[in-house]
C-alpha cells in the first residue's frame, strides 16, 4: 500500500535561514509524481513544486527545491532565505495513475522575525 | 488562470438542514474533487468525477450526494448532517491526461461548515 510519511510535525525557522522538510514515501509503482503543497493560515493549499518520478534532476521553483532520493523513496523539501509570509502547513503527496492522491500527514513550519 | 471558486465561503447548518456547496473551474480541467479537511490534518478525499462522471466514491455517507452537472461545475448537495461533519471542504481540479489522476490539483479555498 501506498504510503506517505512526514516525520516531522513541528519545525519553525528564522527569517533568511534555510529549512528542510522531509518526507518519505512507499509505492510498488515505477511512474509517479510527487508534490508539495503548502496550506497558509488562510487555508487555501497551494501548489509548490512538482516532481515526475522519471525525472532524474530535481525540481525548482524559486527559493524552493527538493531532493528527490528515488531508491531511498526520499522526497525532502528545501526552503531557501525563509521568509513571513511561508508560515504554512506543507504537505507531502505522492500521485499514481488511477488513484487517489495520498497526503503525508504535514509538518508546520513556523517562521519568525 | 489556476483558480477554483467555491461559494459560501462559510456555512453553518441545522442537523434537518438541506443546503449545497457549489465549485467552478474555467481551466478546462476534466478531473474534479471534493476533499474534508479537519484542522491540522491533510485531506480526505471523498469524490472523484472525471469527464463528469463519478469514478471515486470513497464510502461517504449517503448525506453527502455529489453532482457535477458540466465540466466546469460540481457541487455536493449535504442533507441531515451531524455535528461530526463540521470540517473544510475543499474542491480541485486537475487535468486527465491519459487517463490517469497523476497531475497536479488545484485547489479552491475551501467552504467551512459548521453543522448544529
Known amino acids: 500500500a501506498q504510503t506517505v510519511t512526514q516525520s516531522q510535525p513541528e519545525m519553525s525557522v528564522q527569517e533568511a535561514e534555510t529549512v528542510t522538510l522531509s518526507c518519505t514515501y512507499d509505492?510498488?509503482?515505477?511512474?509517479?509524481?510527487l508534490f508539495w503543497y503548502k496550506q497558509p493560515p488562510s487555508r487555501q493549499m497551494i501548489l509548490v513544486i512538482r516532481?515526475?518520478?522519471?525525472?532524474?534532476q530535481n525540481a525548482t521553483e524559486n527559493r524552493f527545491s527538493v531532493n528527490f532520493q528515488k531508491a531511498a523513496k526520499s522526497f525532502s523539501l528545501k526552503i531557501s532565505d525563509s521568509q513571513l509570509g511561508d508560515t504554512a502547513m506543507y504537505f507531502c503527496a505522492l500521485g499514481e495513475a488511477g488513484t487517489a492522491l495520498i497526503f503525508g500527514k504535514g509538518t508546520t513550519l513556523s517562521v519568525s522575525s | 488562470d489556476t483558480e477554483v471558486t467555491q461559494t459560501p465561503k462559510h456555512l453553518v447548518m441545522g442537523m434537518t438542514n438541506k443546503k449545497s456547496l457549489k465549485c467552478e473551474q474555467h481551466?478546462?480541467?476534466?478531473?474534479m474533487y471534493w476533499y474534508k479537511q479537519k484542522a491540522k490534518k491533510p485531506p480526505e478525499l471523498m469524490f472523484v468525477y472525471s469527464y463528469e462522471k463519478l469514478s471515486i466514491n470513497e464510502s461517504v455517507p449517503s448525506r453527502f450526494s455529489p453532482e457535477c452537472p458540466n465540466s466546469s461545475l460540481l457541487n455536493l448537495h449535504l442533507h441531515a448532517l451531524q455535528p461530526e461533519d463540521s470540517a473544510l471542504y475543499l474542491c480541485?481540479?486537475?487535468?486527465?491526461?491519459?487517463?490517469?489522476?497523476?497531475?497536479?490539483?488545484?485547489f479552491g479555498p475551501g467552504t467551512r461548515l459548521t453543522v448544529l
Open positions: 480541485a481540479s486537475s487535468q486527465f491526461s491519459g487517463g490517469a489522476l497523476t497531475d497536479t490539483q488545484y
Open positions: 481551466m478546462g480541467h476534466r478531473a
Open positions: 516532481q515526475e518520478a522519471y525525472k532524474q
Open positions: 509505492t510498488s509503482e515505477n511512474n509517479y509524481y
